[in-house]
């Protein structure tokens, strides 16, 4: 498994804004949207492209195109549809499909109430888009869906991780034959006896869409 960490001041300056619990939630949506952006510039890195002839006004040259079968972006619901719009940017052509997942507030563990996927998914780079790396439970159990329907590569982008989260997926496959990257904002100190990433950003899906 790769982790890539963001190393890029115009990343650690938006991660600033939005851990500080006085932003609120439109600055707040707006800088998840952005940082999704920088992020995916680099988690697309390894994107498939095919060559093409193109004529510009000034000669024919040869180019690069996306190639198909498109990338999957999958956001898992609640906060990673905020970071959507961000991805599907740089990706506009790209398919989506739809994890719901919850994690128990006491035992921490995920369990999914929404699962829309392409049936099949070989051949497809997948792009997992959740913005909180807390245990890896959400994360383990969203790439086991996507490995069972055939995924070929995928690439989660997470705005802030903790080091078991890391650790926890990175144990779970460590024989896995999909290749599986992880592109995060930061990888923070750890995690609290609640699940919460220390210093974090407390709870994203709250600070994106209020509180449920
Ligand atoms: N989910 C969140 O929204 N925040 C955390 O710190 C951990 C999990």
Not at 35 to 49: K, P, Q
Not at 110 to 130: C, I, M, W
Not at 189 to 209: F, Q, T
Request: proline fraction near 6%; glycine fraction near 8%.
């Amino acid at each position: 498994m790769k982790v890539h960490v963001a190393n890029h001041p115009l990343v650690s300056h938006k991660l600033t804004v939005l851990r500080d619990e006085q932003t609120d939630s439109p600055t707040f949506r707006r800088l998840v949207e952005e940082l999704v952006t920088l992020l995916a510039y680099e988690a697309t890195r390894e994107v498939r492209t095919y060559e093409v002839e193109i004529t510009t006004p000034v000669t024919k040259t040869k180019g690069q195109k996306l190639a198909d079968p498109r990338p999957v972006v999958v956001p898992i619901l609640r906060a990673g549809l905020g970071m959507l719009e961000g991805m599907s940017k740089l990706l506009p052509t790209a398919e989506v499909g739809f994890l719901g997942m919850v994690r128990d507030e006491k035992t921490l563990e995920a369990t999914t109430y929404a699962n829309r996927l392409p049936e099949d998914l070989s051949g497809r780079h997948v792009f997992v888009l959740d913005p909180m790396l807390a245990t890896g439970g959400t994360l383990i159990m969203a790439f086991h869906y996507l490995i069972d329907l055939g995924a070929t590569d995928i690439t989660a982008i997470c705005i802030l991780s903790a080091p078991e989260g890391i650790a926890a997926v990175e144990k779970e496959f460590k024989n896995s034959k999909v290749p599986i990257t992880i592109v995060t904002g930061a990888l923070d100190e750890k995690l609290n006896e609640h699940g919460y990433i220390v210093p974090g950003l407390g709870d994203a899906g709250d600070r994106l869409y209020g509180v449920v």
